[in-house]
Nanobody, 125 residues
């Protein structure tokens, strides 16, 4: 069972940037990965995903052009670079392992497992 640990969250002013990291335990990292977020009182939603080799990525419309997902398979780590942050980006951010074909990036919550504990991102106006 892979374990995922997120880090890099914090408090930032609107317009600022943060980079989140998600480190995975285990010898292999040959699966697609995703970032999700959950704001208070709202459902968890897809933010970004990346295929095993990094050749395919997908983003929620709300973050396109501002966020970038990447991965370093030698370090078993996936990243989420967040730029031009907005107050509405405030949420707990989670990374998760895809349970589907590692060449495909899905956006459905049920297609992911092995959730991390989350890292809080707060954007002040």
């Amino acid at each position: 069972q892979v374990q995922l640990v997120e880090s890099g969250g914090g408090l930032v002013q609107a317009g600022g940037s943060l980079r989140l990291s998600c480190a995975a335990s285990g010898r292999t990292f040959n699966y697609a990965m995703g970032w999700f977020r959950q704001a208070p009182g709202k459902e968890r939603e897809f933010v970004a995903g990346i295929s095993w080799r990094g050749g395919s990525t997908r983003y929620a419309d709300s973050v396109k052009g501002r966020f970038a997902i990447s991965r370093d398979n030698a370090k078993n780590t996936v990243y989420l670079q967040m730029n031009s942050l907005k107050p509405e980006d405030t949420a707990v951010y989670y990374c998760a392992k895809s349970l589907k074909d590692n060449r495909v990036v899905t956006t459905t919550l049920a297609d992911f497992g092995s959730w991390g504990q989350g890292t809080q991102v707060t954007v002040s106006s």
